[in-house]
């Protein structure tokens, strides 16, 4: 019985099940019951961080930046920050505890205008967000690059498994064809003439990849015939614009691979959170971003 004995590291409750217990730290044995535990427990945190930057302006003669309260409470903003960092930056405490900064930076008419997070991290990605806030000043910006700066492509090292030598069977590729040709004629259904234009599709092709490789969300759902298809979606700011790309994708097991294959049958970018509502729906199947 003893090696069944987990209790939350806030309300100290016992948590019966080893499932149910939510980590936020990685290489970390605090766990927790509940998303309210994680924050009762992590508020001290977020309350210094929060006087940390008003020491900080007050040090500098900085004005307080206000109006980038919508920025900084911005959930587009947030998500890009979390999957798409234009920095990360990586400190750890006495006590072996991590903290990952990411920024992001966005043109204004006026200034450079950087979003900054601080968060924990567990399998590799971001998990509980402590503190977030936006700036123009460079003094603050440089403040909170602290102290390593993080690879870029160390987040983003996946194994790469032999598909490209994996010749796709024909019948496959007609159950794609007829897949594609249905969610064709769906995706002309529900896009608005204010969305990107279906002729200009093919300069969003790049995107494909990269929504592949680090999806923001996952949702599963089975189409008409029954098959499982999944849809991987991810959110990009290019100058100052923003638009979310989404890619249907035909999970299929192979067995000479001994793994799934992900084809992706169809790729298109959006601007209309409509759309957003009609693709991000089904079984979310990755794991979702606390804050
Ligand atoms: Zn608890």
Known sequence: ???????????????????????????????FCS???????????????EKEELNLRNSLNLISEENYIEITGNDHYLQLALSNPHEVWVTTDDIGQTFYTHIISTKTEEDDIHFILICSYVDGGPSFVYYRT?????????????????????MEQEDKTDFQNYQIPPEVIETMERKK??????????????DINIEDYTKYDKYLELT???????????????DELH????????????FFYVVIVYPLEVSELENMAYLPILGFPSIDEAMYSIYASGKRINESLKN
């Open 1 to 31: 019985m003893i090696n069944k004995l987990f209790f939350c590291e806030c309300c100290r409750n016992q948590i019966e099940d080893v499932e149910e217990i939510h980590y936020t730290e990685e290489n970390s044995d605090r766990g």
């Open 35 to 49: 998303e309210k535990c994680i924050m009762d427990f992590y508020r001290p945190y977020m309350l210094s961080l």
């Open 134 to 154: 936006a700036t123009k000043y460079n003094e603050v910006l440089d403040f909170y690059r602290r102290d390593a700066k993080f690879d870029a492509s160390m």
């Open 181 to 194: 040709s249905h969610i064709l004629s769906e995706l002309m259904l529900n896009s608005s003439e204010h």
């Open 212 to 226: 592949l490789e680090g999806p923001d969300e996952i949702y599963a759902k089975d189409d008409e015939e029954g």
């Open 231 to 242: 849809t991987f979606i991810k959110s990009f700011m290019v100058g100052e614009t923003s």
